[in-house]
C-alpha cells in the first residue's frame, strides 16, 4: 500500500515539474501563435542563473603561498568567499538558500531576455510558417547553450538545496498512515512551488483586467486591434512572463538535477509532448497532461507493470500521446482549428 | 504517369549529375574530397530529397524521419549477415522494410495533421530508439550497434565462396562497397542522381500536382470529393522508401548501425537539411545536406593550430584575436556556428540557400517575370 | 513508379563500371607500394596520429581532458617539455625525437559519443588525413564501434575511456587495444572492499543503465557480491539519459534492500546518484544496517557533478593522480605544468596509450600495423601508474592493478574528491581470456 501511495506522491511530483516546464511553452502558443523550440533552452538559462548566482556568492580572495606547491606543481591557494568574510552568519546563511535567493536575479535576468527575445526575433515570425519558427527558435537554442557550454564547461554543476530542505520528510507521520512513506523536502517545496506559479499564471490570465485583455487577442487579435487596444506590447509581457516562467521552474530544479547546457533539449521533447497531449494552447490541458504523464509514468517504471510489459517505462510517455491524439483529435481540452493548416 | 520532361529539366538533370559525378574533383579545394564524406553527403541527399517530397509538397512535418533510415539499415545489415555481403539484395530488403513500416506509421499518423502529425512521428521514432535501444537488443545489438561478425551465417554466400579469414567487405558482384574507396561513393552518387530523376517526375507529375493541392487547401480537396488520405498516404509511402535506401546505403558503405541513427535530433537533422537548403525545390535538399554534413566533419576538426596555420600571413598582434575569436565558432563550437547560420538563412532567406542563390541571379538577370524559375517554398498561413 | 527496380538495377550496372573505371587508376597506385605496406604507413618526414574524442555532449569536458593528454603525448614523443613518462617507462624503446625519426603530428575529431559520428571522423582522419593510429573514447558503443573500424581499414585503434567488457571480450579485434580496465575488473576488486566495510549478510537493489554496458557491469557486480554472501533484491533497469529517477528510487524504499547499486555512468550516474541521496537512502537505517550506496565506476568529473552526493561512496578506479609511485608523479606534474590541474583518468589513460604506441612502433623497428600488433602484444612494461602491466595477447585486455576509491568527507578542492582505499594488485585482477568468447580475427595488413 505504501508502494502505491509512493508512487502516487511521486507521480505527482513528475507531473507538477513536467506541467510547470510546459505551461511557459502553452503560454507562448496560446497567445502568440508560435512554436517556440528555445523554450528548453530558458529553462537552462534560469537553471543557470541559479550556478551564476551561487558563482558570485562564492567569488574568492585568494591568497596564494608561494612556499608550498600542489602535487601537480601549482603554487597552494586558500581561499575564502568574500560573502563569508564580509557578512558574516549572513552570508553564510545566503549561501545555504542561493538557491531559492537566485529567484530575484533570475526574474529580472529571464524577464529581460524574454522581451528582447520577442521584440528582436520572435515579433517577426508571427506571420511566417510554424516550420520557420521551429528553425529558427531551434538556431537560437543552440546558440545560448553553446555559448553556455563556452563560460560553465559541459558538465554538471551541483547545486545544494538549503540544508533545512536536504533531508526527507515523513509524509506518512503526518498523515498518520505508516512510517516508510518518506519523500524529500526538495521535492515537496517543487511541487507547492508548481503548484503556486500555475495558480498564479491563472490567476493573471482571469481575474487581471490585463489577463482579459490577453485572452481576448488570443482568440481575435483584430478585434482587440480596433478596440484600440496595444495587443502587441502585452504579447512582448505574456512571452517575458513565459520566460519567466521557465526560467523560475529552471533555477527550482536545479537541486533534483544538477544543470548542463544541455538539459533543455532533454526536456524540449518532453514538454512538447505534454503540451499535444493537453491541447495546443491550452493551459489547462496542460497541466492536466502533465500530471496524467507524470502519474503513468511512475506506474510503467514499478517492476510488477514492467514484468509484464517488457520495456514499458521507455515508451509510455510517447504512447500515451499517440492514443490521446488518436482518440481525442485535439488533445485533452485543445480548441479546435488550432495547428492544423 | 509520366510526361517527357522539360528540355530545362533535363538541362537541370545532366548539370546535377556532371556535379555529383564530379564530387571528388569539387571538393578537393574545401578539403571534402576523400570518399567517406562524399558518401554521405550523398546518402543524406538521398533521405532530404525523400524527406522533401513529403513535406516539401504536402506540407506534412514529419519529426520521425530518420525511424525508418535506422529501420533501413537493420534490414540491410541483417541481410549482410544472414544472406549475401552483396549489396543489391540488402538495398533491397533496406528499401522494402522501411516502405513497410512507413504504411503502418503513415497509416495512423496521417489521422491528424498539423503539429498533431508531427507528434505522432516524432512518438513513433523515439519509441523505435528507446526499444532498439534497450530491450530489442537481439534485434539491434542496443548500445554496441549491430555488426557483422565472423560466425554469421551468410547463407547465399556460404554456397558460393569459402570464407575468408577476416570479416568479408560488402561488395557489389566483386567490387569492394565498404571499407573505404571509391566505389562506395559512386554507388551512393548513382543512386543519388536516380533518386534526383524520380522526385523531379513526382514533382512535374499530377500526382505532385495532386500534393501541392493538399498542401494549399486540404479542405477545398476534400470538399470536391476528393479522398487526400490515399495520396497522402502515397507520399509518405514513397519518402519513408527513400529514408529506408538511405539507410541501406549507409549500412552497404559501413556495415554497422547504432541505434542513435533513430533518435529525434536525427530526425531534426533532416528538417534542418530541407529548410536550409530551400523546402520545395529540387536541388536545396540537396545543398542542404551536404553544408550540415561539411560543418560536422571538417568545421569540428579545425583548432587553433590549423586557424594560425591559415591565418599566418597577418602580423601577430592582428592574428591572435583573430584567432581567439575564430575559435569560439571551430573545433568544438562547431555547433555554434551551425545555429547562427541556421537563424541567419531564416531570418534573411525563409526560401533556403535557394533562395539565395535566385537572388543572386535575379541581381544579374534583371527581368521581371523570372522569378518563377525555380518553384519556391510558399509560406503557410499560420493560423 | 514500377519502372523503379528496373531502372536502379540499370543504373547499379553502370555505377559498377564507373566505379571500376575510376577505382582502377587509384588501385595501381597504391599497389605500387612494396608489399609491407599497411595503411597510411607514412612516407614522408611526419607520421599522424588520429584522436577521435567527444567535444560536445554530454562528455565534452572529458574528451577535452583526452585531448590535453594526447597533445601533451605529442610533445613528449617530439622531444619537447619535459618528457613525461618517456623516461619512467620500462621497458622503453622511445628516444624523445619523434617515432623511428619521424616527428608526430597529430589530426582530431569530435565523435559526438555517437557511435555514427565517431566512425564518420575516424573516417575522414584514416581517409584524408592519413592517420596511422585512431585513439580516443568516451562510452562503450563508441569505442566498440570505432573498434570495428579499424579492424575493416587495417589502422590500429588503442582504445581510450572504455570500460564494457566487451571492448576486450566479446567483439575484440585484432587491431583494437585496451589499457583501460573493465565491469569485470571492477567488481572483482571492488567486492572484498565492499564486503568488508558493509558486512557479509547484505542485500542489494541494482538499478542499471539499460544498455549493454550497464548489462555487463550488473552482471559483474552481482557476480562478485553474490560471491561474499550477499543477496540480489531486484535489478531493475532504467532508460539512458532518464533526467528524473525518483520513479525507480522510490521502490526502493520498501522493497527491504540495504544497499543500492547504481550501474550508470556519466550524467545517469550524476543524477541518479544526487536523486538517491535526496531521498534520504544514505540516512536510513534497514535490517538495522546503515544504508549504503556503491557506484562502481567512478570519474572525476562526475564526481564533480555530483557535488556532495559523491561523499563516502566508494566506487573503482583505473587510476588517481594522488597515487604515490613516480610515473604518477610525474605524469601529474607535467600534465599540472601545462594546464595546471591534475589530469583524470581518461587523460592517463590516453596518454599511456599514445606513448605505448609509440613505443611498439620504435620496438618493431616499422610502422608495418601486423609487425606493430606483434609487438604489443604479450608487451609487459612497468612505469606508468599502474605497476607492472601486460597487454594480454590473447584478448589485447591491459592486465594491471586498479583502485577502490572513496568520495572523500573532506575535499580540499575540486580535484580532491576521492582518496584510494585500495590498490586492487594485478593477480587478483587478472581473469580467464577466454571467459567473454570473442576471435580477434586476423591481421593482414589493408590497402587503404
Not at chain 1, 520528510?169 to 516508510?180: A, E, P, S, W
Amino acid at each position: 500500500m505504501d508502494a502505491i501511495l509512493l508512487q502516487i506522491l511521486n507521480g505527482l511530483d513528475k507531473g507538477g515539474a513536467y506541467a510547470l516546464i510546459a505551461l511557459g511553452l502553452t503560454l507562448v502558443f496560446g497567445t502568440l501563435g508560435v512554436v517556440n523550440f528555445a523554450h528548453g533552452a530558458l529553462f537552462m538559462l534560469g537553471a543557470f542563473c541559479a550556478v551564476t548566482f551561487n558563482k558570485l556568492l562564492n567569488l574568492e580572495s585568494v591568497v596564494v603561498d608561494p612556499e608550498k606547491t600542489t602535487a601537480w606543481g601549482s603554487p597552494l591557494e586558500t581561499r575564502t568567499p568574500y560573502v563569508e568574510a564580509w557578512l558574516g552568519d549572513f552570508g553564510v546563511f545566503l549561501n545555504d538558500y542561493s538557491v531559492p535567493a537566485s529567484i530575484m536575479l533570475a526574474i529580472p535576468v529571464m524577464l529581460l531576455l524574454g522581451i528582447a527575445m520577442e521584440r528582436g526575433l520572435i515579433r517577426h515570425f508571427y506571420k511566417r510558417p510554424h516550420a520557420d519558427q521551429i528553425l529558427v527558435t531551434f538556431g537560437l537554442a543552440i546558440v545560448i547553450q553553446e555559448i553556455i557550454k563556452h563560460f560553465f564547461g559541459a558538465n554538471p554543476i551541483p547545486q545544494p538545496a538549503p540544508d533545512a530542505f536536504a533531508g526527507t520528510v515523513y509524509v506518512g507521520q503526518i498523515l498518520g498512515m505508516g512510517q516508510t512513506l518518506a519523500y524529500p523536502w526538495w521535492r515537496i517545496v517543487y511541487l507547492l512551488f508548481s503548484l503556486g506559479v500555475i495558480g498564479a499564471v491563472f490567476a493573471f490570465l482571469q481575474f487581471t483586467t490585463y489577463g482579459m485583455v490577453v485572452r481576448a487577442g488570443m482568440h481575435d487579435r483584430q478585434t482587440v486591434g480596433f478596440l484600440g487596444i496595444d495587443i502587441e506590447r502585452r504579447f512582448t509581457v505574456v512571452f517575458g512572463l513565459a520566460a519567466v516562467v521557465a526560467g523560475v521552474a529552471g533555477v527550482m530544479y536545479t537541486p533534483i538535477l544538477p544543470p548542463d547546457y544541455h538539459m533543455g533539449m532533454e526536456f524540449l521533447v518532453l514538454s512538447f509532448v505534454v503540451v499535444v497531449v493537453g491541447g495546443m494552447g491550452s493551459l489547462g490541458g496542460a497541466v492536466a497532461a502533465g500530471f496524467l504523464l507524470g502519474i503513468l509514468q511512475s506506474f510503467a517504471s514499478m517492476n510488477e507493470i514492467k514484468s509484464l510489459v517488457p520495456g514499458i517505462d521507455h515508451v509510455i510517455i510517447y504512447l500515451v500521446a499517440v492514443v490521446i491524439l488518436l482518440t481525442l483529435p485535439r488533445g485533452l481540452l485543445g480548441r479546435k482549428g488550432v495547428m492544423e493548416d | 504517369m509520366f510526361n517527357n520532361p522539360a528540355r530545362n529539366d533535363w538541362m537541370l538533370l545532366a548539370g546535377f549529375s556532371a556535379v555529383i559525378l564530379c564530387l571528388p574533383i569539387l571538393l578537393e579545394p574545401i578539403g571534402a574530397a576523400y570518399p567517406a564524406l562524399m558518401q554521405k553527403f550523398c546518402i543524406f541527399g538521398i533521405f532530404a530529397i525523400g524527406f522533401n517530397i513529403l513535406f516539401g509538397l504536402t506540407g506534412y512535418l514529419s519529426f520521425g524521419h530518420a525511424a525508418f533510415l535506422g529501420v533501413g539499415s537493420y534490414a540491410a545489415v541483417w541481410s549482410f549477415k544472414l544472406f549475401t555481403m552483396n549489396a543489391i539484395p540488402a538495398i533491397v530488403m533496406a528499401v522494402f522494410f522501411a516502405a513497410a513500416f512507413a504504411v503502418v506509421v503513415g497509416y495512423v499518423c496521417l489521422r491528424r495533421s498539423g503539429i498533431y502529425f508531427s507528434i505522432l512521428t516524432l512518438a513513433f521514432a523515439q519509441m523505435c530508439y528507446n526499444l532498439a535501444y534497450s530491450v530489442l537488443t537481439p534485434l539491434t545489438n542496443g548500445e554496441t550497434g549491430l555488426q557483422l561478425t565472423l560466425n554469421d551465417p551468410r547463407v547465399v554466400d556460404g554456397l558460393f565462396f569459402e570464407p575468408s579469414a577476416g570479416l568479408p567487405r560488402v561488395d557489389l558482384f566483386g567490387l569492394p562497397i565498404s571499407g573505404g574507396g571509391y566505389a562506395g561513393f559512386y554507388l551512393c552518387a548513382i543512386t543519388l542522381i536516380v533518386c534526383f530523376y524520380i522526385a523531379m517526375r513526382i514533382f512535374r507529375s499530377p500526382f505532385g500536382m495532386m500534393l501541392r493541392a493538399i498542401k494549399s487547401n486540404q479542405n477545398r480537396m476534400r470538399y470536391t470529393g476528393f479522398n487526400t488520405r490515399p495520396y497522402l498516404l502515397a507520399a509518405f509511402v514513397i519518402s519513408g522508401m527513400y529514408a529506408g535506401l538511405a539507410g541501406g546505403l549507409m549500412a552497404a558503405t559501413d556495415p554497422l548501425v547504432g541505434a542513435e541513427r533513430m533518435q529525434w535530433t536525427a530526425s531534426g537533422e533532416v528538417v534542418l537539411m530541407t529548410i536550409l537548403g530551400g523546402v520545395g525545390t529540387l536541388v536545396g535538399p540537396v545543398l542542404g545536406a551536404a553544408v550540415i554534413k561539411y560543418f560536422e566533419n571538417i568545421f569540428s576538426s579545425f583548432d587553433d593550430h590549423a586557424l594560425h596555420g591559415v591565418l599566418g600571413f597577418l602580423p601577430n598582434s592582428i592574428e591572435n584575436p583573430i584567432v581567439s575569436f575564430l575559435s569560439l565558432f571551430v573545433g568544438d563550437g562547431w555547433n555554434l556556428t551551425l545555429g547562427v547560420v541556421f537563424m541567419l538563412i531564416v531570418i534573411f532567406l525563409p526560401g533556403g540557400i535557394m533562395e539565395g542563390l535566385r537572388r543572386i541571379w535575379n541581381l544579374f538577370n534583371r527581368r521581371p517575370g523570372n522569378r518563377d524559375a525555380m518553384p519556391v517554398a510558399q509560406t503557410q498561413p499560420a493560423e | 513508379m514500377k519502372f523503379e527496380p528496373m531502372n536502379r538495377r540499370l543504373f547499379l550496372k553502370t555505377s559498377a563500371i564507373a566505379g571500376v573505371g575510376l577505382a582502377a587508376p587509384m588501385h595501381f597506385i597504391r599497389n605500387a607500394y612494396a608489399d609491407d605496406m599497411s595503411c597510411n604507413v607514412p612516407t614522408g618526414d611526419t607520421v599522424t596520429f588520429g584522436w577521435n574524442v567527444p567535444l560536445t555532449g554530454a562528455y565534452a569536458d572529458e574528451g577535452k581532458d583526452e585531448l590535453k593528454a594526447f597533445q601533451l603525448a605529442v610533445k613528449h614523443l617530439n622531444g619537447e617539455g619535459d618528457g613525461g613518462l618517456i623516461s619512467v617507462l620500462k621497458p622503453t624503446a622511445l628516444k624523445g625525437n619523434g617515432i623511428l625519426g619521424k616527428k608526430v603530428a597529430y589530426v582530431h575529431g569530435d565523435s559526438q559519443t555517437k557511435s555514427d559520428a565517431a566512425r564518420d571522423g575516424a573516417k575522414r582522419m584514416i581517409e584524408r588525413d592519413g592517420a596511422i593510429m585512431i585513439s580516443g573514447g568516451s562510452s562503450s558503443g563508441v569505442a566498440v564501434a570505432v573498434q570495428g573500424l579499424c579492424q575493416e581499414l587495417g589502422v590500429i585503434f588503442m582504445a581510450g575511456l572504455t570500460h564494457s567488457n566487451d571492448t576486450t571480450g566479446k567483439d575484440k579485434k585484432r587491431y583494437g587495444f585496451r589499457h583501460f580496465f573493465n565491469a569485470y575488473q571492477s567488481g572483482v576488486a571492488l567486492a572484498p572492499v565492499i564486503g568488508e566495510a558493509y558486512g557479509k549478510d547484505r542485500r542489494a537493489y541494482h538499478l542499471t543503465a539499460d544498455y549493454t554496458w550497464g548489462w555487463t557491469q550488473e552482471e559483474s557486480i552481482k557476480n562478485a557480491t553474490e560471491a561474499l554472501g550477499w543477496q540480489t533484491v531486484a535489478a531493475v533497469r532504467t532508460p539512458l539519459g532518464a533526467a528524473d529517477f525518483s520513479q525507480y528510487i522510490t521502490p526502493v524504499l520498501n522493497s527491504g534492500a540495504d544497499v543500492l547499486i547504481l550501474n550508470h555512468y556519466g550524467k545517469d550516474m550524476v543524477n541518479s546518484l544526487t536523486q538517491s541521496v535526496q531521498f534520504g537512502l544514505r540516512d536510513k537505517q534497514v535490517n538495522g544496517k546503515n544504508f549504503e550506496i556503491v557506484v562502481p565506476l567512478f570519474s572525476e568529473l562526475m564526481a564533480q557533478g555530483a557535488g556532495d552526493a559523491v561523499k563516502g561512496i566508494y566506487g573503482t578506479s583505473n587510476w588517481d593522480w594522488k597515487l604515490e609511485d613516480d610515473a604518477t608523479k610525474a605524469f601529474t606534474k607535467s600534465f599540472g605544468a601545462e594546464y595546471s590541474t591534475p589530469p583524470s583518468q581518461a587523460a592517463h589513460t590516453c596518454y599511456v596509450q599514445a606513448l605505448l604506441y609509440a613505443d611498439a612502433c620504435e620496438r618493431a623497428g616499422t610502422f608495418y600495423a601486423p609487425e606493430v600488433i606483434k609487438a604489443l602484444e604479450g608487451f609487459e612494461f612497468d612505469g606508468m601508474g599502474n605497476g607492472k602491466t601486460l597487454y594480454r595477447a590473447e584478448d589485447h585486455q591491459c592486465m594491471k592493478s586498479c583502485l577502490v576509491v572513496q568520495g572523500k568527507e573532506d575535499p580540499k578542492d575540486k580535484f580532491d574528491l576521492m582518496q584510494v582505499v585500495k590498490v586492487v594488485p594485478r593477480e587478483e585482477t587478472t581473469y580467464d581470456a577466454a571467459m567473454f568468447g570473442g576471435e580477434l580475427g586476423p591481421s593482414d595488413p589493408k590497402q587503404c
